[in-house]
């Protein structure tokens, strides 16, 4: 606004946030879409530490490690909020203003999603063409169809038609996604496995695993529904 500094500014629309606006549960959804990962990597990345006495203290250090990367979000975020006010989109790199600057960073961030998609991809690629080579042999018997590069063609083309098709409601997409299948992998699964592979879980720890399990269906079910419902 005219009249005002622009650290003054920044001030001025801290103060005057809003906590909640009418798109506050996507939130649910896109963070636990964004935190899924570290708990499904957690066991993995705790097996991969070379040294075992290291890895007596990968507990202890993890949670910080999450906790520094949830501070560093939420001072991000708030910060960009400020700084953009109601204008801000929902992806953060078109929102700046126009220059020479601000397309170099827009360029360095499309070329860095090229090429880290296939390696975000391969683990799921790989279980998904597996899966669908082997009930197409048990459906049809050996095809051409069964390839390997042709099912992975396949399903990225679909990937690409359904974020051409769904571009105009990222923010809506990231949460369903979150929440319809980021809760379960993160929330249900894991207490439910830990139950079911470790018989000298106390009953105390039982209970509780089940107790997270059932909030993660609500969540997952609540945060789906008002998505799709405000779609």
Known sequence: ????????????????LEAFNSGWFLFIGTSVLLFEGSITLLVPL??????????????????KVILGIITFYTFFGTFCWMSFGED??????TSLPEGNMATTVQLAYSFAVIFTFPLQNFPSLEIACRSIASAMQNACGKTVFQNRNFIASVLVCCLAVI???TMDALDKVVSLMGSLLGCPLAFVFPPLIHNSLDPTISRGRRFQNQVVAILGCAAMILASITTLITW
Not at 1 to 16: C, D, M, N, Y
Not at 47 to 59: C, G, H
Not at 88 to 93: E, K, Q
């Open 46 to 63: 705790q097996e991969a530490v070379y040294r075992e006495e290291d890895r007596q203290k990968f507990p202890s250090v993890y949670p």
């Open 88 to 93: 801000v989109r929902t992806v953060m790199t």
């Open 163 to 165: 974020a051409i098709s």
């Open 1 to 16: 606004q005219e009249g005002r500094e622009p650290f003054e500014e920044i001030a001025f629309k801290f103060t005057h």
